[in-house]
C-alpha cells in the first residue's frame, strides 16, 4: 500500500499578520493616533520631543519589544518591532526613529552581545525607562565608519575614552549610549570595540543639538568623551570585536529605517487620499479625476511593494535566515518610495501641500534622511551589488 504524505502547508502570505501581530499593529496604531498626532506640529516646529510621550512608549510596551519576559520586556518578536516602527511613522517618523534606534540598535546589540550580568543590569531598564543611543558616526567617518578617531585607552581596572562623536539620535533622552571607539587606530577596523556608557559619567556629555530639515522632533546631537572612565564591565562583546557589532546591528537596523520610511510613505498617502475625497474643484472631487486616482494608484502600488520587501526581511531576520541583501534592498527602495510619495502627496494637495498647516509637508522633509542615515544609499547599493555578484 503507497503511503499517502500529507502536504507541507504552504508559508503564509508576507503581509497577512498572525492574531496576536493585529493586536498589536492596531494597538500601535490607536497609540499613535490619540497620544502623537496631536502633538507632531507643535514638536516639529519646536524641535522638541514632547516628554509626555516617552514614558508612555515604556508604558505600553513599546521601548523594549524584543526584550524578554524574564528581562521584564514584552518578549516579542523582530517582527513586530518593525510593524511599531511602521505604524509610529506613518504619524510621526521623529518619534518612529525614537523606537527604531531603540529596539532595532540598542536592544538587538545587547541581546546579541551583551554578558548575562550586562543583560540582567540593562534590559530591564530598557524595557522600564532607559533610552538608548548608538554612537558610531564623527566629522570625519560617516560612510566610512571604521575610521573613527574616538580612542579608547586600556586602564588596570578599564578604559578611558577620548573624542567626539557626531549625529547621535536620541542624545538628549537617552541614558545609556552605544559608544565605538578605536584601542588602536594603527589596527583599522581590528581595534575597534563597543562600549557601554552611562550618560552621568564623569567626562561623558551631550553638545550640540543638530537643526534639521526634518525629523525635527527627533534629537540629533554631538557627544563629547573627554577622559571618560569606562569599568571593563562595560565592554560590549570583546575588545577589537566593535566593528563585527556595528556591521550586524546595521544590517538589522537597516530594516527598522525600511519600517520608517514605509509608515512615512503610508501616513502621507492616507492623507493625500482622503484629502482627494474631499477638495472639490470643477464641481466635483478630485478623486474623481483619473490624472489623481491614478496618482494614488501608483503611489499605493510603491508602498505594497516596499511593506513587502521589509517584512521579507524582518521575517528572514526573525527565521534565523540570511537577511543582509534583503534589508539592504528593503532600506534602499523604501527611502526613495517614501520621498516619491510624499512629494507626490504634496501635489495632491496644491497650494495647500506646501504650507505647515497641512500634515504632507512634513513627510517630505522626513522622507529625505531614509536615504542618508545608517548607511546612504550609495552604500545600500555597495553591499546589494557585493551580494548579488556574489558566486
Ligand atoms: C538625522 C541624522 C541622524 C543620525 N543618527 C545617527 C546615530 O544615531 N548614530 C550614528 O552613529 N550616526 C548617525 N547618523 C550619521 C549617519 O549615519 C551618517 O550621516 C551617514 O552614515 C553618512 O555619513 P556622512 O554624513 O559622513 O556622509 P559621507 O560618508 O561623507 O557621504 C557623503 C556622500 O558621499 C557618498 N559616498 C561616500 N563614500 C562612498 C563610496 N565609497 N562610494 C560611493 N559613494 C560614497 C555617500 O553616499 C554620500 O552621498 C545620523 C545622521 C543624521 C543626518
Not at 36 to 63: K, S, T, Y
Not at 229 to 255: C, D, F, H, M, S
Request: proline share 4%; hydrophobic share 45%; net charge negative.
Amino acid at each position: 500500500m503507497s503511503e499517502v504524505l500529507t502536504p507541507t502547508p504552504a508559508p503564509a502570505p508576507l503581509t497577512q499578520l498572525s492574531e496576536d501581530e493585529e493586536l498589536f499593529r492596531s494597538t500601535v496604531r490607536d497609540f499613535a493616533t490619540e497620544n502623537i498626532a496631536p502633538l507632531v506640529r507643535q514638536m516639529d516646529e519646536e524641535q522638541h520631543f514632547a516628554p509626555e510621550l516617552i514614558p508612555r512608549l515604556f508604558n505600553l510596551g513599546l521601548m523594549g519589544i524584543e526584550v524578554p519576559i524574564e528581562y521584564g520586556g514584552s518578549g516579542g518578536s523582530f517582527f513586530e518591532s518593525i510593524l511599531a516602527v511602521e505604524a509610529i511613522s506613518a504619524v510621526d517618523p521623529s518619534i518612529g526613529v525614537l523606537v527604531d534606534v531603540q529596539n532595532t540598535l540598542c536592544v538587538n546589540a545587547l541581546l546579541r552581545w551583551g554578558t548575562e550580568a550586562q543583560k540582567r543590569r540593562i534590559l530591564p531598564r530598557f524595557a522600564a525607562d532607559l533610552v538608548g543611543a548608538y554612537a558610531l558616526s564623527e566629522a570625519s567617518s560617516g560612510s566610512d565608519a571604521f575610521a573613527l578617531q574616538t580612542r579608547a585607552e586600556k586602564r588596570s581596572d578599564g578604559y578611558t575614552l577620548n573624542g567626539q562623536k557626531l549625529w547621535i539620535t536620541n542624545a538628549r533622552e537617552a541614558g545609556l549610549f552605544i559608544v565605538f571607539a578605536t584601542l588602536d587606530p594603527a589596527a583599522g577596523y581590528k581595534g575597534i570595540t563597543a562600549f557601554l556608557v552611562e550618560k552621568h559619567t564623569p567626562g561623558f556629555s551631550v553638545g550640540k543639538k543638530e537643526d534639521k530639515l526634518g525629523i525635527r522632533a527627533s534629537s540629533t546631537c554631538e557627544i563629547i568623551l573627554e577622559d571618560c572612565q569606562i569599568p571593563a564591565e562595560n565592554v560590549l562583546g570583546e575588545p577589537g570585536k566593535g566593528y563585527k557589532i556595528a556591521i550586524e546591528t546595521l544590517n538589522e537596523g537597516r530594516i527598522g529605517i525600511g519600517a520608517q520610511m514605509l509608515g512615512l510613505a503610508q501616513g502621507a498617502w492616507s492623507c493625500a487620499a482622503a484629502y482627494a475625497r474631499e477638495r472639490k474643484q470643477f464641481g466635483k472631487a478630485i478623486a474623481d479625476f483619473q490624472a489623481v486616482q491614478f496618482a494614488l494608484a501608483e503611489m499605493a502600488t510603491e508602498i505594497e511593494a516596499t511593506r513587502l520587501l521589509v517584512y521579507n526581511a524582518a521575517r528572514l531576520k526573525d527565521a534565523k535566515l540570511p537577511y543582509v541583501k534583503e534589508a539592504a534592498m528593503a532600506k534602499y527602495f523604501s527611502s526613495q518610495v517614501a520621498e516619491r510619495v510624499a512629494s507626490q502627496a504634496v501635489e495632491v494637495y496644491g497650494g495647500y501641500g506646501f504650507v505647515k498647516d497641512y500634515p504632507v509637508e512634513k513627510f517630505y522633509r522626513d522622507a529625505k534622511i531614509g536615504k542618508i542615515y545608517e548607511g546612504t544609499s550609495n552604500m545600500q547599493l555597495a553591499t546589494i551589488g557585493k551580494l548579488v555578484l556574489a558566486g
